[in-house]
């Protein structure tokens, strides 16, 4: 005789929803951006289907269209001509480079939308690394001095929260302490704690032109092999004064992110990143998954990991699904 029946609870929709233990919100996600020089540009990535590079006007629109479905938190990352790329990344405190001219605009024309600007050297860099590279090295504290005013620059132009993306140590309390003596006090950091040095950032490489000239970014990114250490990186930005903490990728690293949000009272973000983003979508548009299930179980997945929010290029499907 069977008395314990699981599958009671599993009966119908309604009962299956009472029981839902987790559930995705659009308030939970971030929603990338790339932006170009130009004007009336609109081109789509071609490792990313459906997720376009946009010029400044275009991007307005973009913003717009996303607003209109209740997206309210992005994350821009400029591409940076080649020839404006130098080894020390200097166009990242350029007040009128693309980046800062981008961030006014959004903020000017939609105050109300959070903005989260990258802070890494590596799409300004002609080495394409996150660091300055002196013989071969990616060197640490130096690097610190153009991460800072990089920041500073971002915060004068308007973001609300930065995202160190480079894993260099010391670098959140570094950029703390700029934007404190700047008068930045209210201007968050979500830190990239916990980034892997994956091959699922192809894509997003494609679409800033963005990838290291030479080596690869072992000698900064964590080794994929690794979960110990990113308590240890978890402990020090937590201490050097991180809004939030984040795991990136997602979907590889799941066990990251329910090992932060164990070990740390701060909001856990993941980012999704472009590789995952394109296996699901071209696997999806081939018709050997449904690619609108699979997102949403992806999603989910990350959520039910402990992420708090949800860095995406899904965030517009994901938007646009909750209309239907
Ligand atoms: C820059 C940065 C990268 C991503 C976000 N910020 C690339 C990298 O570290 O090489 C990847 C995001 C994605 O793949 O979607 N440091």
Not at 124 to 145: A, C, F, K, P, R
């Amino acid at each position: 005789m069977i008395t314990k029946r699981p599958r009671r609870n599993r009966y119908n929709e309604v009962i299956r929803s009472m029981v839902q233990e987790t559930a995705l919100e659009l308030n939970d996600f971030i929603f990338p951006l790339f932006i170009i020089e130009g004007q009336n540009q609109k081109v789509e990535v071609a490792s990313m289907p459906g997720i376009n590079r946009y010029s400044v006007d275009t991007l307005l629109d973009e913003v717009a269209s996303c607003v209109e479905l209740g997206i309210k938190a992005f994350a821009p990352f400029p591409s940076i001509p080649e020839n404006l790329k130098d080894k020390y990344a200097r166009e990242s405190e350029n007040p009128d480079g693309l980046f800062p001219r981008a961030i006014r605009e959004i903020k000017k024309n939609f105050p109300d939308v959070v903005l989260m600007t990258d802070v890494a050297m590596d799409p300004y860099s002609s080495d394409g690394h996150d660091g300055i590279v002196i013989n071969g090295e990616i060197v640490n504290d130096e690097t610190l001095e153009v991460l800072g005013k990089m920041a500073l620059t971002q915060a004068q132009a308007g973001a609300d929260i930065v995202g160190p993306s480079d894993m260099m140590d010391g670098r959140v309390g570094h950029i703390r302490r700029v934007l404190d003596e700047n008068g930045f006090h209210k201007v968050g950091i979500m830190s990239y704690t916990a980034k892997y040095a994956s091959a699922f950032y192809g894509p997003f490489r494609d679409a800033l032109d963005s990838a290291p000239k030479m080596g690869d970014k072992k000698t900064y990114q964590m080794n994929p092999a690794n979960s110990r250490e990113a308590l240890i990186e978890a402990a020090l930005d937590t201490e050097e004064g991180a809004d939030y903490l984040m795991v990136k990728p997602a979907l590889a690293y799941l066990d990251i992110i329910k090992l932060l949000r164990d070990n740390s009272h701060l909001p856990i973000a993941a980012y999704n990143v472009s590789g995952e983003y394109a296996m699901v979508k071209a696997a999806g548009l081939k018709g050997w998954i449904d690619g609108e299930k699979a997102m949403l179980e992806s999603l989910l997945s990350i959520k039910r990991a402990g992420a708090d929010i949800i860095l995406s290029y899904f965030a517009k499907d994901f938007a646009k699904y909750l209309q239907k």
